[in-house]
């Protein structure tokens, strides 16, 4: 079986960073399949950061992969939850 797919690209983001010490990230990527008749797939970002004193911050996030036709017996919606700690300079 040929596994093989001409895709589209179709992306938006938004990032917010100027309100004080919260930031915003959010971006959706479309990848609409070319060559698979009604094929669709989408990955979705969602972080949220907050920057603590000395530089530390914290951060939390979720991503989201969708696929309308997946791989054999493959789940179609994929999720990924995460909360970082870190410190920048």
Known sequence: MDQRSVEAWIASELNIFDMGDV???SNIFDYPSLTEKDRVRI???LDLK???PLDFYIKKGMTLNYDNQPF???RSADYIWQTTLGWSW
């Open 23 to 25: 930031s915003l990230l």
């Open 43 to 45: 990955d979705y970002r």
């Open 50 to 52: 907050y920057d603590m």
């Open 72 to 74: 054999q017996s493959s």
